[in-house]
């Protein structure tokens, strides 16, 4: 993740002043790698730079990126925001009293073709909203021999399969439609009991139902042990007019539905609402992915601390959002029932929306 996000760093026009990482021997290859200085210490990197990007294992978002934020710095933390709620909801509190910009990487929000359906859900275009259905499938986690840092609930959190990939959907299924999630049923399950001779404890996949504030209902489903699929992230919006689908693996095309028949919208930006087209970065009929997603999050996170106020950038508040949204799904999973999203409260979200465009 460092690569990459150094890789947006440098496209949206920012200058990579210094790496650290966990110990002298990978922060000097590291920094090599990525052609920047290496620091001795956090409190070395921090006084370097203007903005600190937070791409550690989850159990040290919360203390980098407070550290950061105390030092004045603005900041940009890898998701999950942290392995706790109540972790995530003060790191968005102080990132509301600092009046510094503090933004999660829910880079998906930044597909042009994300904000087209987007656009056309909020404008009408489906009608009133009916269902909502969100997949998100890996599969590399699919063999009991392959075992990675988040497996580790000590540093990974409690959640595994849907605090990594599960936020970014529900971040992107409520961005969307507009709409908060508002309680959920849920299962999860863990394939392996083992990993490379080591207990799990985190789930591989869970499947849940939601229901949101305005009485849409819908599935999630989210593995990282779905043989075959590398990150196969969609969803699927209907309504009393229409549908609307996007998957990541294509994020060039929509799917627009009707009763009367169904097309699929490709990219071009004279045809694209105008936000949408602001992110449309390349001529129609090239190819923009993920990369071009992550760039464009940055060049917003960046206009941001200049002062600007860009449209869908997800701040601190959208992270303590995801991990209410987990929190809710794991208590589900664990009483059998329906269990409504505990949210951040609003004058913590309202805090950060002011302090984050000053």
């Not at 052609?35 to 040290?60: K, M, Q």
């Not at 950061?68 to 972790?87: I, Q």
């Not at 009293?97 to 829910?106: D, I, L």
Request: proline share 4%; aromatic share 6%; hydrophobic share 45%.
């Amino acid at each position: 993740m460092a690569r990459t996000h150094a890789h947006a760093a440098r496209v949206a026009g920012a200058e990579v002043v210094s790496l650290l990482s966990s110990s002298p021997e990978s922060t000097a290859r590291a920094a090599h790698h990525l052609g920047t200085a290496p620091a001795r210490s956090l409190e070395e990197l921090i006084d370097r730079a203007d903005v600190v990007h937070v791409c550690t294992p989850n159990a040290l978002h919360l203390p980098q990126s407070l550290a950061a934020l105390d030092a004045g710095r603005h900041v940009v933390c890898e998701k999950p925001l942290a392995t706790s709620l109540s972790d995530a909801d003060a790191l968005a509190a102080r990132a509301g009293e600092s009046r510094r910009v503090a933004t999660v990487p829910f880079v998906y929000r930044f597909h042009p073709m994300v904000r087209e359906a987007r656009a056309r859900v909020r404008s009408g275009g489906i009608g009133r909203l009916f269902t909502l259905r969100g997949e998100y499938l890996q599969d590399w986690m699919l063999g009991a021999a392959e075992r990675n840092w988040r497996v580790d609930a000590a540093v990974g959190g409690r959640s595994r399969a849907f605090a990594d990939i599960g936020s970014h959907l529900v971040d992107l299924l409520e961005f969307v439609i507009g709409e908060r999630i508002v309680r959920v049923a849920a299962r999860t399950s863990t394939a392996h009991e083992e990993r490379d001779g080591e207990r799990v404890h985190t789930e591989d996949a869970a499947a849940v139902v939601v229901e949101t504030a305005g009485g849409v209902v819908g599935t999630v489903l989210v593995s990282q042990v779905a043989a075959g699929r590398k990150n196969a992230l969609s969803f699927e919006v209907s309504g009393a007019e229409g549908a609307v689908a996007f998957a990541q693996e294509t994020p060039n095309e929509l799917w627009w539905g009707r009763a009367d028949g169904s097309v699929t919208i490709a990219r071009d930006d004279a045809l694209l609402s105008p936000d949408a087209a602001r992110l449309s970065v390349v001529p129609a009929g090239h190819p923009m992915g993920y990369l071009d997603a992550f760039s464009a999050f940055a060049r917003d996170s960046y206009a941001a601390i200049r002062g600007e106020a860009p449209d869908g950038l997800p701040r601190f508040a959208d992270g303590a959002r995801a991990a209410a949204v987990t929190e809710a799904v794991l208590a589900a999973a664990r009483s059998d029932g329906w269990e409504s999203v505990d949210s951040t409260p609003d004058s913590v979200l309202e805090g950060a929306m002011a302090g984050s465009t000053r």
